[in-house]
């Protein structure tokens, strides 16, 4: 079927908005008539090349929309049922079998490759296709996250589709799929922090600020949001965070120490930044934990005080914050409704063909959480 997409075709180039070829769903596959995608940092830094997924490539991981067909053997979805999406996973190796489906085995090839996964396994090319004046069609690379959901349409699986009412605001909730799952999840499914914790939380994008918003949920204190933009530190402060920490005009370390002199429970590094988990790690007291959610380019090193860590600390990398989709996304939901996560607070909508500005936006920081309309 003929879909408009945004696509990647070189290592830090333009989102090109290009009309494609979507092929139909296979088996164990759902074909979704996307009504939103949330930009996410992983879309960047694949469009940067930090990880190599083939280029030309359409992205997008954090996808909603509205289910069209289905292929054989798909039992739990149907068409007209609104879905969120969210990420891949083999559902056999170690991980998965034990229920740990964010840390699969084979979670780079499954959400990294471009290539596409059905229920009879592994195809030879992606579902997408470019038609060419003469000769075959150009493939170009998808599956993104089983999704690539930067387009009008997209291939999903049974697996990574969670069915929501048909009342859901998909244009808010879209980006459940990814970064808020990963912030929240990290508060609430990975550190599960005591009653009372005292929890730093280093960048205030909006990965970090699901995390305050979770720690508020479960009552941290205090809950210290380290960040250089005055704007988001103050929304931190409006979403739940007890102080904040400007690093561009205190030292992080420093003004961590001031609030707490015994340092602090748990910490979470949201940047991909070397140097500011080192800070996260050195903030903790005796036998605290650090969760790494942030990405960085392979082969990124740190460099960690053995002394430090030697005192029972701990640092704790974390994927998609320990979530199982189907059953923490309608969670994430039921506490949206409630008013106790507020994500909405964080979108701001443009459509897909702004989304050079978009990511502006998000880069300069007057967008906290970009997400396209493909209407």
Not at 158 to 169: L, Q, R, S, T
Not at 259 to 286: K, M, Q, W
Not at 322 to 343: C, H, V
């Amino acid at each position: 079927m003929d879909i408009k997409a945004a696509v990647v075709r070189e290592k830090g180039g333009p989102f090109l908005i290009e009309d494609l070829q979507l092929d139909t769903p296979l088996e164990g596959e759902v074909l979704v008539k996307v009504v939103a995608c949330g930009i996410c940092h992983t879309d960047l830094i694949i469009r940067d090349q930090f990880y190599p997924t083939p280029l030309p490539i359409v992205l997008g991981h954090e996808g909603a929309g509205v289910v069209e067909a289905v292929g054989s053997g798909v039992k739990t979805v149907r068409p007209g049922d609104h879905v969120l999406m969210s990420f891949a996973y083999c559902g056999s190796c170690p991980s998965c079998v034990e229920g740990a489906t964010s840390y699969c085995w084979h979670h780079m090839e499954m959400n990294f490759s471009g290539k596409r996964y059905s229920g009879s396994g592994w195809t030879t090319s992606a579902p997408l296709s470019k038609r060419r004046a003469h000769g075959s069609p150009e493939q170009i690379n998808g599956a993104f996250f089983n999704q690539s959901a930067l387009a009008t349409h997209a291939i999903a699986t049974e697996e990574n589709v969670v069915v929501v009412d048909k009342d859901a605001n998909l244009k808010i909730l879209a980006p459940l799929g990814c970064g808020f799952q990963t912030g929240a999840g990290a508060v609430l499914n990975t550190l599960r922090p005591e009653i009372g914790s005292s929890l730093v939380v280093t960048g205030a994008g909006n990965v970090g600020l699901a995390a305050v918003m979770a720690a508020k949920i479960i009552k941290c204190e205090p809950i210290i949001v380290i960040d250089v933009v005055p704007e988001r530190l103050s929304l931190a402060r409006q979403l739940g965070a007890t102080h904040t920490i400007d690093a561009t005009r205190e030292n992080a370390v420093e003004g961590v120490k001031r609030i707490c002199p015994d340092g602090v429970g748990y910490s979470i590094e949201s940047t991909g930044n070397p140097n500011v988990l080192r800070s996260a790690f050195e903030v903790l007291h005796p036998r605290g934990v650090c969760g790494l959610i942030g990405g960085s380019k392979i082969g990124t090193e740190v460099s960690l005080d053995m002394t430090h860590l030697l005192f029972g600390r701990t640092v704790r990398g974390i994927l998609q914050g320990d979530s199982k989709p189907k059953k923490f996304l309608p969670q994430l939901i039921k506490l949206f409704n409630e008013g106790l996560f507020p994500i909405d607070r964080l979108v701001k909508h443009y459509p897909l063909g702004q989304i050079e500005a978009a990511i502006a936006d998000m880069k300069s920081g007057r967008t906290i959480k970009p997400v396209l309309l493909m209407e």
